[in-house]
């Protein structure tokens, strides 16, 4: 099993497909790892790497995957994991594709590095539609399982990491309006509905970012083909 090391920090990943780079961040909040593709309505592993090097990975402590904790971790911590992968596995540039939590990802990973990331597919994103507290209870049952293993951190450092995460007033956690309408990535931006996934947070990310398209329907049997191939075709005119 690959996995990519760096100090005390280990991160698994895989690969598939040839071609330019295609970084997948799963679904799962801060469970997300390469196993919740298997739950999705298709699989985009499966999908791009006829056509992509995809690489897809476990966040840290998530799956596979393993790090410390501190009261100073936050998406930042996330996005710098991510670029390191990356920098390890010689992609200079590159797509990344990511549902729920990928979505504040990809736009961390827009504002840290624009010039790297070529476009972004954003599959119903997180966002804040006055629902702080199910994130809160998300992240919690998160610390939960994992604390046992976690002695370096205290009951005030598990508070400091989770508001890190969740407590913001930015619509997407790691972007508000003002960030959406500076970013020049292109996105494809497909929709939630869902109590983590609000409808606005989608729809508002692709009426502000500047070089954004929505795909509406994408979820249902019947729309797959169709949003399969705006997929395709989004990554097939953004690929240098």
Same mark, same amino acid.
């Given at each position: 099993?690959?996995?990519?090391?760096?100090?005390?920090?280990?991160?698994? +990943?895989?690969?598939?497909?040839?071609?330019?780079?295609?970084?997948?961040?799963?679904?799962?909040?801060?469970?997300?790892?390469?196993?919740?593709?298997?739950?999705?309505?298709?699989?985009?592993?499966?999908?791009?790497?006829?056509? +992509?090097?995809?690489?897809?990975?476990?966040?840290?402590?998530?799956?596979?995957?393993?790090?410390?904790?501190?009261?100073?971790?936050?998406?930042?911590?996330?996005?710098?994991?991510?670029?390191?992968?990356?920098?390890?596995?010689?992609?200079?540039?590159?797509?990344?594709?990511? %549902?729920?939590?990928?979505?504040?990802?990809?736009?961390?990973?827009?504002?840290?590095?624009?010039?790297?990331?070529?476009?972004?597919?954003?599959?119903?994103?997180?966002?804040?539609?006055?629902?702080?507290?199910?994130?809160?209870? %998300?992240?919690?049952?998160?610390?939960?399982?994992?604390?046992?293993?976690?002695?370096?951190?205290?009951?005030?450092?598990?508070?400091?990491?989770?508001?890190?995460?969740?407590?913001?007033?930015? +619509?997407?956690?790691?972007?508000?309006?003002?960030?959406?309408?500076?970013?020049?990535?292109?996105?494809?931006?497909?929709?939630?509905?869902?109590? +983590?996934?609000?409808?606005?947070?989608?729809?508002?990310?692709?009426?502000?970012?500047?070089?954004?398209?929505?795909?509406?329907?994408?979820?249902?049997?019947?729309?797959?083909?169709?949003?399969?191939?705006?997929?395709?075709?989004?990554?097939?005119?953004?690929?240098?």
């Amino acid at each position: 099993m690959p996995f990519f090391e760096q100090g005390d920090v280990k991160l698994y +990943y895989e690969e598939e497909g040839e071609g330019f780079p295609v970084l997948l961040i799963a679904p799962g909040g801060m469970r997300s790892s390469v196993g919740f593709w298997e739950r999705t309505p298709w699989n985009p592993i499966e999908h791009l790497s006829p056509h +992509y090097r995809v690489i897809a990975m476990d966040q840290r402590n998530a799956g596979r995957s393993t790090a410390p904790v501190s009261p100073t971790d936050g998406w930042e911590t996330f996005t710098n994991d991510q670029l390191a992968l990356m920098d390890h596995l010689g992609a200079d540039r590159f797509h990344v594709a990511g %549902m729920c939590i990928g979505g504040s990802y990809i736009m961390a990973l827009a504002a840290a590095a624009p010039e790297r990331v070529a476009s972004g597919v954003v599959f119903q994103t997180i966002g804040i539609d006055d629902n702080i507290k199910a994130f809160f209870e %998300m992240f919690e049952s998160w610390e939960d399982e994992i604390r046992g293993a976690h002695p370096e951190i205290n009951a005030a450092g598990w508070e400091q990491f989770k508001r890190n995460m969740y407590d913001t007033d930015k +619509y997407l956690f790691t972007a508000d309006e003002a960030d959406t309408r500076a970013c020049p990535t292109p996105l494809l931006v497909l929709l939630g509905n869902d109590l +983590y996934h609000p409808e606005s947070s989608s729809r508002t990310l692709a009426e502000l970012a500047p070089n954004a398209t929505l795909v509406e329907h994408w979820k249902e049997p019947e729309h797959h083909e169709a949003a399969m191939a705006a997929v395709a075709d989004f990554l097939a005119a953004n690929t240098p």
